[in-house]
């Protein structure tokens, strides 16, 4: 079956500095999703990606869908510490559900 | 107003009981789902439901069952807990068209 993998699993950054995490697809993408989780939190969706080779920013965020629809990357640049959560890709799989990656854990220390 | 809710939030319980979670979702979303989040935070898709079709992933033991009484419920009734059932369950929403979830608060249950 299809399968999301996401690197690294845990990322512990200063804040300031920038962070970028990856998703890659063992199958190709119609789509791909991103979705926040704070602490304690439920995952809350943050984009969606369609066409190949997109790159869409939200203020300090920046998505991108490659090239060969089977990978996409997050990068937060200069992180806050309200930045803290796990972050998680998503796609399509069969039967109509969502296969999601196994997160980034990001942590800003102050 | 709540999108989608879940009740109860904790659930702590024995091994053996039967226990049951409720979801509403106030989107009008043609299709719901439950998600099992381990302390990993892994993310697993457990059911989708519309009212036409139930998907239920290979890996979810036949103990685990959904129901839904209308559109705007899904429901997780869970018979014979065992100990690695302990994990936060998350109810979900979405139209089938565009997949973009909407997630309840979730429910931590944790089984002694």
């Known amino acids: 079956g299809q399968q999301v993998m996401q690197i690294p699993q845990y990322q512990h950054v200063q804040e300031g500095e920038d962070f970028t995490t990856y998703c890659n697809s063992s199958?190709?993408?119609?789509?791909i999703q991103w979705y926040k989780q704070r602490p304690g939190g439920h995952p809350v969706f943050l984009i969606q990606?369609?066409?190949?080779?997109e790159v869409k920013k939200q203020k300090r965020l920046t998505f991108q869908f490659g090239e060969a629809k089977k990978n996409s990357s997050l990068h937060i640049t200069a992180t806050q510490t309200t930045d803290v959560g796990t972050y998680f890709c998503a796609g399509p799989g069969s039967a109509r559900q969502l296969t999601f990656g196994s997160g980034t854990q990001l942590t800003v220390l102050p | 107003d709540t999108a989608v809710s879940q009740t109860p939030k904790y659930l702590v319980t024995q091994m053996g009981n039967d226990k049951s979670i409720k979801c509403e979702q106030n989107l009008g979303h043609d299709t719901m789902y439950w998600y099992k989040q381990d302390s990993k935070k892994f993310l697993k898709i457990m059911f989708s439901y519309n009212n036409k079709e139930l998907i239920i992933n290979e890996t979810v033991p036949n103990r685990f069952s959904p129901k839904s009484p209308d559109k705007a419920h899904l429901n997780l009734h869970i018979n014979s807990l065992e100990l690695g059932d302990s994990a936060v369950y998350f109810c979900a929403s979405s139209q089938v068209r565009t997949y973009e979830q909407y997630f309840g608060p979730g429910t931590r249950l944790t089984v002694t």
């Open positions: 199958t190709t993408l119609s789509n």
């Open positions: 990606l369609v066409k190949s080779g």
